[in-house]
């Protein structure tokens, strides 16, 4: 069992970063592929970025690559998503989530079987 809470979400102006954490409960974290969606009002949930058990493997939606860096602290049973660059259209709801995926990353949301709860970012134009 993996409980994950996120947080760092906001009100950014354009161009602006903010940085979102996400911290799990339970002892078996590093066993986890972790990984980062958004759901923008009105549209349906999309992947974001993922990253590996141990860090080595990360993946990225192509709207993100150059602006947002996924990074995880198994010691700290933290993920972490940095976002750079931010633009009104990345405005929404990012949920983290875990996945046991043995070698590698998914971009599917069916294959997440832990999600948090979400935190709203807002980007103004």
């Known amino acids: 069992q993996v409980q994950l809470v996120e947080s760092g979400g906001g009100l950014v102006q354009a161009g602006g970063s903010l940085r979102l954490s996400c911290v799990a409960s339970?002892?078996?974290?590093?066993?986890?592929?972790m990984g980062w969606f958004r759901q923008a009002p009105g549209k349906e949930r999309e992947f974001v970025a993922a990253?590996?058990?141990?860090?080595?493997?990360?993946d990225y939606a192509d709207f993100v690559k150059g602006r947002f860096t996924i990074s995880r602290d198994n010691a700290k049973m933290t993920v972490y998503l940095q976002m750079n660059s931010l633009q009104p259209e990345d405005t929404g709801v990012y949920y983290c989530?875990?996945?046991?995926?043995?070698?590698?990353?998914?971009?599917?949301?069916?294959?997440?079987?832990?999600w948090g709860q979400g935190t709203q970012v807002t980007v103004s134009s």
């Open positions: 339970g002892r078996t974290f590093s066993t986890y592929s």
């Open positions: 990253i590996s058990r141990r860090g080595s493997i990360t």
């Open positions: 989530a875990a996945a046991f995926v043995p070698d590698g990353t998914s971009r599917g949301d069916s294959d997440y079987g832990y």
